[in-house]
């Protein structure tokens, strides 16, 4: 493994050889982890609008990681939870899987959950 150059956001360039990337891999990790665990705790706990609102702000990418982040925390049972039928919302809207009626997922919802590695009860 080469060393990597990376330019700072103040303009200051760096070498990082590979045990460098190792060590801070961990750190990054970690800060990653507890910024996510920051941004769930924080949306959890808001109104449905402001939920609604941040979902639809997010990436594909970054609303498909909120799902799978969620999954630990949903409730078992016949029927996901509010907060997880928010982000399901979202997902289907996103992918035209109808998002207004989600109270009972239909076969493609659940088949559309399911691929993409979530839950659906």
Avoid at 8 to 14: A, D, S, V, W
């Amino acid at each position: 493994m080469k060393t990597v150059k990376y330019t700072l956001e103040t303009g200051q360039e760096i070498e990082l050889t590979p045990e460098d990337i190792k060590a801070l891999k961990l750190i990054v990790d970690a800060a990653f982890a507890n910024l996510d665990d920051t941004v769930y705790k924080k949306l959890k706990a808001s109104t449905p609008v402001e939920i609604k609102e941040a979902l639809a702000a997010m990436s594909d990418e970054d609303l498909l990681q909120f799902a799978r982040m969620n999954e630990p925390h949903r409730r078992n049972g016949y029927k996901p939870d509010p907060f997880s039928l928010k982000i399901y919302q979202e997902l289907f809207k996103r992918n035209g899987y109808g998002y207004k009626q989600v109270s009972h997922l239909s076969f493609k919802q659940e088949r559309f959950l399911k691929s993409l590695g979530l839950r659906t009860k």
